[in-house]
């Protein structure tokens, strides 16, 4: 049975990643969404290369007995069982997509850029943004275009130490490992739950304005909520850096 | 001809019995862990421990992609493509291919995972070691996607952009001449495959199926230190070290080896390390593309131990000095 051992991981690999990727969306817990097709394309093509991979193994079995200079032995690189630890957790136990407990352990970062105008927002009523565009506008925007709008903004809830509360979304740029965390600071009566750690919520509410453009006084950036809706977590539960 | 009907028709049954056989005990097990499992996970999950595993996963599912193009274009230059043609486009003094080894690194557009088994079929097929390890350390760092990434990354700063392409190319030409001077190929031990006669498709899939598989387990490998020193190591631990201008070069390229952000990612992480005076930050990208601890697995897998020790280390080093000299010069 150990021959067919690559065959059986190459098959075991290829299924993971066509499982996480074709059959729904949680590839979206680990990397970013334009990796989708290269991902359907390896599993598909490590399935094609475990099933011939196989079919030589069984034809060599039954004919000629085959010389192996290989210094592997039969069952091909030993290290390469590794890849059934990956491979079997997103079959069996997907890992779940990053929360608090990573949201916590991160001074929140953000993005260094220069005060100046930016682009208006679209219209409408309340506008739907990303904490990403959010903070940025708030921070670093001369023109101010939040001022007077009404915001709709999607995020988890992570506590501070004095009773503040955020809405948090981690932000990746490639995969789940360089996730760094973006956070608003959330103010109001009308939103106030209190809500357990990482529930999910849509806010809506207008900008308050604190500190001064670019400095650290306006950061984290300040909403005052004038609703609070809980919801279920996003298919892409990160933003986009 | 009726012996190979008969031939096929037991290679059929054979093959329904092993699938059944192994359908069967799959979904046995199947069964078994789904039912014992959340009971025993839900004392064993806690979010130190989750984290870690999507850390992990999320390096290998990233890797997955890269490691298979690369295993792709080192199996086909190990199959398809006859010695004498590197012969014909490489110079023949080791002196003059490592820089044009060095530059031909742009034209492969990937991660690092991609880079190492096709430097290793280079080394296979004849190339010198010297230019095919400039080409290990240059192709992931130069290349135009990630070039194009650290643009977007620090809009308005093409100097950032600049720097990182004369560091890298520098550290990868350096390191190139050094293992040609001091080398040794006692410390260089390629995994002797199939006999070289092999040529053609079924070497190819032979190849790359084997290169798959090593280089796979080895990613893990590192997926997994790196999603370790993930959890472990708080990244606000850094914001200690922000005062000084040489600790924070050498923490940035510590960090760039323990974090083993993938090449075409790092410049939006170092981009946010805002905290940091740009030389550091540009450490960073020039250390992180060369050496990390995926790489290392990676490396020591396909060129043994004693020589991925010697050459990380020694590349880790130039690597610092040539962002420093290019963070003086450009930044």
Redesign the interface.
């Known amino acids: 049975m150990r021959r067919?051992g690559?065959a059986?991981?190459?098959l075991l690999?290829g299924g993971a990643?066509l499982r996480?990727t074709l059959f729904g969306d949680l590839?979206l817990?680990?990397?970013q969404p334009a990796?989708r097709p290269?991902?359907i394309?390896?599993g598909a093509?490590?399935m094609l290369?475990g099933l011939?991979?196989?079919?030589?193994t069984?034809?060599h079995h039954?004919?000629h007995g085959h010389g192996h200079?290989?210094?592997?032995g039969v069952g091909?690189?030993?290290?390469?069982?590794?890849?059934t630890?990956?491979a079997l957790?997103?079959l069996?136990?997907?890992?779940?997509?990053?929360?608090?407990?990573?949201a916590g352990?991160?001074?929140a970062?953000?993005?260094?850029?220069?005060v100046g105008a930016f682009p208006a927002l679209p219209a409408g009523n309340p506008v739907e943004l990303t904490l990403g565009e959010f903070s940025s506008r708030a921070m670093y925007d001369s023109g101010r275009s939040l001022k007077g709008r009404t915001v709709r903004m999607t995020g988890f809830v992570t506590h501070g130490d004095d009773g503040t509360w955020y809405l948090t979304r981690l932000q990746v740029?490639?995969?789940?490992?360089?996730a760094?965390t973006g956070k608003v600071e959330i103010r109001g009566t009308a939103a106030d739950g209190p809500w357990p750690a990482d529930t999910w919520l849509t806010v809506t509410g207008t900008w308050h304005p604190k500190g001064r453009l670019g400095t650290d006084a306006a950061w984290p950036p300040v909403l005052d909520a004038t609703s609070a809706k809980q919801v279920k977590q996003p298919a892409d539960p990160y933003e986009k850096? | 001809m009726g012996r190979a009907v008969g031939?096929g028709l037991?290679?059929a049954g054979?093959?329904l019995v092993?699938a059944v056989l192994?359908g069967v005990a799959l979904i046995a097990i199947?069964t078994v862990?789904?039912v014992l499992?959340p009971m025993v996970?839900l004392d064993l999950y806690t979010?130190?421990v989750?984290?870690w595993?999507?850390?992990?996963?999320?390096?290998?599912?990233?890797g997955?992609?890269f490691l298979?193009l690369g295993t792709v274009v080192s199996a086909a230059i190990g199959a398809f493509v006859p010695e004498r043609v590197f012969r014909r486009l490489l110079p023949r003094n080791p002196a003059l291919a490592v820089p044009v080894a060095g530059v031909a690194g742009a034209v492969l557009p990937g991660c690092e995972c991609a880079s190492v088994p096709v430097a290793g079929s280079l080394m296979r097929r004849g190339v010198a070691p010297a230019a095919a390890l400039a080409f290990l350390l240059s192709a992931p760092a130069i290349n135009p996607v990630v070039l194009v990434a650290t643009s977007i990354?620090f809009?308005?700063r093409p100097e950032m952009v600049l720097g990182r392409l004369v560091a890298s190319l520098a550290t990868a030409v350096v390191m190139g001449w050094l293992w040609a001077r001091f080398g040794r190929d006692e410390w260089l031990r390629l995994?002797?495959?199939?006999?070289p006669a092999a040529f053609g498709l079924?070497a190819f899939?032979a190849g790359?199926?084997?290169d798959?598989?090593?280089a796979?387990?080895?990613l893990?490998?590192g997926?997994?230190a790196?999603?370790t020193f993930?959890i472990v190591v708080?990244?606000?631990v850094l914001?200690v070290f922000t005062g000084s201008a040489w600790l924070s070069v050498l923490l940035l390229a510590v960090l760039a080896v323990v974090?083993?952000?993938?090449s075409?990612?790092?410049a939006?992480?170092a981009?946010?390390?805002?905290g940091f005076p740009p030389t550091a930050r540009l450490a960073f990208m020039v250390v992180g593309p060369m050496v990390d601890l995926k790489l290392i697995a990676l490396q020591a897998?396909t060129f043994g131990r004693s020589f991925a020790v010697r050459f990380t280390s020694v590349t880790w080093v130039v690597a610092v000095v040539s962002s420093v000299l290019a963070g003086w010069w450009l930044l």
């Open positions: 067919y690559p059986a991981l190459l690999t990643v996480i590839y817990r680990y990397v990796l290269y991902l394309v390896s093509a490590l290369l011939t991979t196989g079919l030589t069984a034809a039954d004919g200079g290989h210094g592997h091909g690189p030993r290290v390469a069982w590794l890849l630890l990956p957790a997103l069996l136990f997907p890992p779940p997509a990053l929360g608090s407990y990573s352990r991160d001074a970062q953000r993005a260094a850029q220069g740029s490639c995969c789940a490992a360089d760094g850096r | 031939d037991r290679l054979r093959g092993y192994g199947a862990v789904s499992g996970a979010p130190p989750a984290a595993w999507t850390v992990f996963t999320a390096i290998a599912v990233q997955i992609p298979l990354a809009p308005g995994p002797e495959r199939h006999a079924r899939g790359l199926q084997h798959f598989l090593h796979g387990g080895f893990v490998l997926a997994a790196a999603a993930n708080p990244r606000s914001d974090l083993c952000v993938c075409e990612a790092d939006f992480v981009a946010s390390l805002s897998g």
